[in-house]
């Protein structure tokens, strides 16, 4: 049978943020752990760090939902008033916080949430102890914050991500292809994710299904 090329369009994949989507490994249960503990948490926050990819977002959205929390990225930190949350149990989701801009300001923050009983999850690359803050007071109150990180990803939670990001796109290889791709990719999330979207952008191009033959041209380029 003969395949017909097609264009390749750059169609937004949106990501399925459930519990039942998350797929839960040795590298990521702790971190699944403290979102399924709230509200029962030791204190007022938590800081969920880890690489690129690796389920940040997914984990805060399902604790957003859990919680009737706000997401906000770190980026809108500066135009956020603490006065601006609400007086009871104010909670909240800062994305992405790496950097911290206006320490004083994220001070406030955190100190109006603590007070008025409400929450916050903080998610990063890096522990809050790696932030480079230089408040005390600001580094205080992030110390006192339990971190759960998620690691790198191990064998079986590596191959679940592909088949997921190949679902995601209503694609599916066979097991060969996922096994021959297990051995040859960069053993991260953010590589499961880029190298998922190359096979799909050269299977629309080509016209051909993913296979190893398929794999092999796309990695070798």
Known sequence: MTHTAQLPFDFEVTPRFTAEEF?????????????????????????????????????????????EAHIIPAT????????????????????DLNHVADETRLFHLLNTIKENGGHILITATEPPARWGVKLPDLASRLAALPAAAIQPPDDALL????LKHFADRQLRPGTEAVQYLLTR????????????????HASLKAGRNITVPLIREVLGS
């Open 76 to 95: 809108a930190l500066a135009s956020l008033s603490p006065e601006a949350l609400p007086h009871k149990a104010p909670r909240l989701v800062i994305e």
């Open 23 to 67: 797929l839960v490994s040795p590298s990521n249960a702790e971190a699944f752990g403290w979102v399924g503990q709230w509200p029962d948490w030791p204190s007022y926050g938590l800081a969920l760090y880890g690489p690129a990819a690796c389920g940040k977002s997914h984990l805060a959205s399902l604790w957003a939902v859990r919680a």
């Open 185 to 200: 990719i960069d053993r991260s999330f953010a590589a499961v994710k880029q190298v998922v979207e190359r096979l799909d």
């Open 159 to 162: 191959a679940a991500l592909l």
